[in-house]
C-alpha cells in the first residue's frame, strides 16, 4: 500500500470586521479609497509534493482538509463590502467562475473533495480544489457563506455575511482548504504545475475582482515493494524458563524491507519514505504504541508474551503513526531495516509454552 501526503502550512486570514465608516448606500462592494484599484492577484505555492507511481485515480496527493494561506501578489488593492439588514437589502455577493475546464470526475474519490468541482491544471492528470474556509475564527457568523448551504468551493456562488448583523467587512486575501488530486495517469519524473488563472472572483459591483493560480512541483516517486511482500520473520525458539520476568525479552531478529525501483528527482532529491504500522489479523497494540509492542495474534497458542517492533537503532518503533526511516535515493533500491523481537508480558507462573504469531501491515509514504 503506497500513498503520498503533504501538508501546507497555516497562516492567519486577512477578513477585518470593521466598525463605523458610514457609506452613502446600505449595501455593495468597492475598492477601498486610499488603495492601488485590483484587480488582486492570488498564486498559491504549494511547493513539491510527491506521488506514488502507483496512486490510484482518484487519490489526493496532497494537503487534503489542511488549511493554506492564498498568497497575494502585486498591489495593496482590497475591496470593500457593506449591507444593512435592517434595511430589506441582500447581502452582497461573491462569486468565483472558472476559467479552466472542470476536470473529469474520478469514478473512486480517495479523500475529503467534491469530485464534481475540481480545476485541471497544466499537467495532464493533476487537478486541484480550493474550498473557501467560511469560519474565519468568529463564532457569530461566517462571511464566504455558499448561497446553496453546501461548501464554498470555487467555483461558488455565495453571500458575504457575518451572522446577521449589519457589517462593514474588508477582503484582501484569507484561509482555504487547498487539495491536489490525481485525474488520471503521470509520467515519470517532476511536473511542473505552473501558474496560470483557474477562475476569476466577482464581488457585488466588481467584477474580475481576482484571479487564482497555483504553482508547484510533482514529483512522481515511489520503490516497490514486490514479491518481499508479506515480509516473515522468524523469531527463534525460546525456552519457557528464559522469561523470569515481565520485560524480559528475547535476541532482536532484523527485519528487513527491500525495496526496488525507487524514484525521486534526481537534480534535487529531498523525499523521505516514512512507515506506518498498524497491527492486524487479531494482533493489538499492547500499552503505550510508542513502546511497539503487539499482541500475540490469530493462530497463536503461547501465552504471557508478545511481540515488539524496533528500529534500526533497536530502539522501540511507534505504532499507529508515521515515522520518517530514510530518505529516498534518487534510483535504484533501498533497503528498510527494523527488528523484532519477543517481550514477557505477564509473571512468570503464566508463561506458557507454544507458537508465536502476530502481524503487522505496513504502509509507506514519501513526504
Not at 473533495?113 to 492528470?125: A, F, I, K, S, W
Request: with cysteine.
Amino acid at each position: 500500500m503506497n500513498k503520498a501526503r503533504r501538508w501546507a502550512p497555516l497562516a492567519v486570514a486577512l477578513w477585518l470586521p470593521l466598525s463605523g465608516g458610514a457609506l452613502a448606500d446600505d449595501h455593495g462592494c468597492r475598492w477601498k479609497p486610499g488603495f492601488a484599484p485590483g484587480p488582486m492577484t492570488f498564486i498559491h505555492r504549494f511547493g513539491t509534493l510527491y506521488v506514488p507511481r502507483d496512486a490510484p485515480i482518484g487519490a489526493v496527493i496532497g494537503t487534503e482538509k489542511s488549511r493554506a494561506f492564498l498568497n497575494r501578489e502585486g498591489n495593496n488593492a482590497t475591496v470593500q463590502c457593506w449591507w444593512d439588514q435592517a434595511g430589506g437589502k441582500p447581502a452582497p455577493e461573491f462569486t468565483s467562475t472558472p476559467v479552466v475546464p472542470m476536470a473529469s470526475p474520478p469514478a473512486n474519490p480517495g479523500g475529503s473533495y467534491d469530485p464534481q468541482r475540481l480545476l485541471e491544471t497544466n499537467v495532464p492528470g493533476i487537478a486541484v480544489q480550493i474550498e473557501y474556509d467560511q469560519s474565519i475564527g468568529y463564532s457569530a457568523g461566517t462571511w464566504l457563506r455558499s448561497a446553496d448551504g453546501g461548501p464554498a468551493i470555487a467555483p461558488q456562488h455565495g453571500e458575504m455575511r457575518y451572522g446577521n448583523a449589519p457589517t462593514f467587512h474588508e477582503y484582501a486575501g484569507g484561509n482555504a482548504w487547498f487539495t491536489v488530486v490525481k485525474t488520471g495517469a503521470l509520467p515519470a519524473g517532476p511536473l511542473q504545475v505552473t501558474p496560470r488563472t483557474l477562475y476569476r472572483g466577482n464581488f457585488t459591483d466588481i467584477p474580475d475582482a481576482f484571479t487564482f493560480a497555483t504553482e508547484g512541483t510533482i514529483i512522481v516517486a515511489q520503490c516497490s515493494v514486490g514479491s518481499n511482500a508479506p515480509v516473515e520473520v522468524d523469531l527463534l525458539r525460546w525456552d519457557q524458563s528464559h522469561f523470569t520476568a515481565p520485560g524480559t525479552v528475547t535476541t532482536a531478529v532484523p527485519v528487513t524491507l527491500a525495496l526496488h525501483n525507487c524514484l525521486d528527482d534526481p537534480n534535487n532529491g529531498v523525499a523521505t519514505v516514512h512507515a506506518h504500522f498498524t497491527p492486524k489479523d487479531g494482533s493489538q497494540v499492547v500499552g503505550d504504541p510508542a513502546e511497539g509492542v503487539i499482541s500475540l495474534g490469530n493462530g497463536a497458542t503461547a501465552k504471557g508474551v508478545a511481540i515488539r517492533l524496533l528500529k534500526a537503532d533497536l530502539s522501540p518503533m511507534p505504532l499507529n503513526t508515521i515515522i520518517p526511516v530514510s530518505q529516498l535515493p534518487p534510483s535504484g533500491n533501498l533497503d528498510l531495516t527494523f527488528a523484532a523481537q519477543i517481550i514477557q508480558t505477564a509473571p512468570a507462573d503464566q508463561v506458557t509454552a507454544g507458537t508465536v504469531e502476530g502481524m503487522l501491515e505496513f504502509t509507506l509514504t514519501y513526504q
